[in-house]
């Protein structure tokens, strides 16, 4: 308790003080980090690159993706370079031998060392309905769930049952998923109200962390989904002439976000010695459109990649697609993501105010 406590105070010091200052996450924490590896579910804003390894069209294994990469190579990340799972890891990690950056499952080069700190099992494309995932070729979360089991059983080829119990109990669960589902319900294209909707997505959802905690996850951080009424696409699609966000996809979003919130609440003391943690990502998300001087961002309303206004994934490439000048200033990368380092500011808020509660 002392040395949570004691990891607490530094943990809150230096991300206070290194956000003040620049804005963005620290490049270390204390070595004292108590997570023993980092294990991610979701969708494009966690895949680390298993959809290269899948028969979809969801893909980015290729330029301009990762141009800010190491090497400037395309992982198949979804994004000028490092996204969710790399930027937790690499600053809860520190000191612990974990990789800077987190692996996807479905790389046949994975190394015992790679499995014992943890990988991404989240796949561009997928949702919490089953029904999205398979609609888009992605690997569905209950295949996700299937890919966590396999490696539970690789771990215990590797350590022994006993090591692998405690990796599995100790470690962060990170589940970033929800931005397919919910704007699918926004867009009409369901036979469902978006109200009935989002509320058969969370009981999915539900179901999901329930199936974590029997494999033994017990520190579980569930992202909430961003204010897609505010993402270029959207603005372009829904927007106007004045490219203003579309509040109806915003409120289909902070709908969705007030019902996972209120499931995992009301979730969290079912489950024994279980911490279940939101993110509000779409807060934090807005905060930066509402005020990108304050995060020295000049462009919050378009993509880096090409036009801006609607290029992702096939529509942003080598061939069709300039790059803006410079993309530090933009807020999102294509017209779907975020850029990197709008991500690593999004990740140093994340740390300040969810990772604590998980301790």
Known sequence: MKQNSRFLILFLSSINVFF???GAAPASLPSSAIFP?????GDSYADTGNNNYLNTIAKCNFPPYGINFEGGIPTGRFGDGEVFPDLIGSLLSEGLGIKRTIPA??????????????????SGGSGFNPWISQSRSALSMEGQLKKLEEYIEKLKKIGGEETTDDIISKSLFLVVSGSNDVPSAAAGNLQYDVESYTSSVI???????????????????VVGVPPFGCLPSQRTLGGGLQRDCDQDYNNASKL??????????SLSPTLQDTKLVYFDYYNSLLELIQSPQRYG????????????????????????SSICPNISAYLFWDAYHPSERANRILISKLLEKSVPMLL
């Open 20 to 22: 003040k200052i620049t």
């Open 37 to 41: 590896a980092l294990i991610v579910f």
């Open 105 to 122: 499952s479905l790389d046949p080069t994975l190394t015992s060392k790679d499995l014992l700190t943890g990988v991404s099992f989240a």
């Open 203 to 221: 009981k999915f959802a539900s179901d999901f962390m329930k199936k974590l905690y029997r494999y033994g996850a017990r520190r579980i951080l």
């Open 256 to 265: 969705f976000n007030s019902k996972l919130s209120s499931m995992l609440d």
């Open 297 to 320: 961002f000049e462009v919050v309303d378009r993509g880096c990649c090409g036009t801006g206004l609607i290029e992702t994934l096939l529509l942003c490439n080598r061939y069709t």
